[in-house]
């Protein structure tokens, strides 16, 4: 399956959504008049796009309007937000020296540890070397989740007890990675809610204690975010960027939202570069952001709506 079809099904819910309502406003008023302007910019916006983007969308159908008397509607979308999500760098850092050190982090529910499991193994896919930091030593089952985990995926695991000190199992980890001279190392830390201050400080400590042992560790930290929680997530995105410096988002569950316009939102907002999506339950359902695939998935043509 090519990449663009994992975006396309993946993004299905979203597209056809929109698709429906972009379909619906243009047969109505094919030459586009001030109210179906305005419906289409509110079609945009309830898909979370941001309102930035959906204004800057509906500049540019005015745009073609006023000089043809219509506009291709998808086409324009899909060059706006393509342009848009283009300007950042979304390809995954790679230390000059090994091992690339990721953290990764996310509140509770977001799929971070599965998350950190699928990124393992895409990595593996593509023949490096990667080793498991089991740093949550909070949540119930966690610690065996990661390590059922790295049992299908194929690679080793650090891992302490629970109620365990994360930043020494970090540092732990950093030590064996070294020694192994492996290629990346994914740390899966504690699910943390980003308005407790406390859990925050704790994760700068883990930051601290890893660049004891190689300061320019950690190399990437990865925020993972629930695709279904919409524009909450962007308030998600500022507290740990303003904590941790977070520099990629992965961002899951968008096959199960009409709300996948967010991954636009944060882009624009916030200048943060989406490095992968969850387009599923699959082990190989993690991708690598590609701008052009999802610009195209999000206003694709041939969807149900049609």
């Known amino acids: 399956m090519s990449l ?8 299905k819910k979203t597209s056809t959504k929109l698709a429906a309502e972009i379909k619906r406003i243009v047969t109505r008023a094919p030459r586009l008049d001030a109210e179906a302007l305005d419906d289409l910019e509110a079609a945009l916006i309830a898909s979370d796009i941001g309102i930035g983007t959906a204004t800057a969308i509906i500049e540019r159908v005015k745009e073609a309007a006023k000089e043809s008397g219509q506009a291709d509607v998808f086409a324009i979308a899909r060059t706006e937000i393509e342009r848009e999500l283009g300007v950042a760098a979304h390809a995954l850092a790679r230390a000059a020296q ?4 990721i953290l990764v982090a996310g509140v509770n529910g977001t799929g971070k540890t599965t998350s950190t499991a699928k990124l393992a193994h895409l990595l593996k896919s593509q023949g490096h070397t990667v080793l498991l930091a089991a740093c949550d030593t909070f949540r119930a089952a966690a610690i065996e989740q990661l390590k059922i985990w790295s049992q299908r995926v194929g690679c080793d695991i650090i891992a302490g007890q629970y109620g365990a000190d994360s930043a020494a199992i970090a540092f732990d980890a950093v030590e064996a990675a070294i020694k192994r001279n492996a290629d990346y190392l994914l740390i899966d830390t504690a699910g943390r809610l980003h308005t ?14 890893i660049q004891k042992r190689l300061p320019d560790a950690p190399h990437e930290t990865l925020l993972v975010l ?46 943060i570069p989406v490095k992968f999506i969850g387009l599923g339950e699959q082990i190989d359902d993690l991708q690598p952001f590609d701008p052009k695939s999802f610009a195209e998935a999000l206003f694709a043509v041939d969807t149900d709506a049609e």
């Open 4 to 11: 663009l079809q994992k975006f396309r099904d993946g993004l």
């Open 98 to 101: 090994r091992p690339t050190v």
């Open 196 to 209: 407790k201050a406390n859990l925050m400080e704790e994760m700068k400590k883990m930051r601290r204690v």
């Open 226 to 271: 629930d695709g279904t929680t919409g524009a909450n997530a962007l308030t998600q995105v500022r507290e740990f960027h303003n904590a941790l410096g977070v520099t990629g988002l992965v961002v899951t569950k968008l096959d199960g939202t009409a709300k996948g316009g967010i991954v636009v939102a944060i882009a624009r907002e916030l200048k």
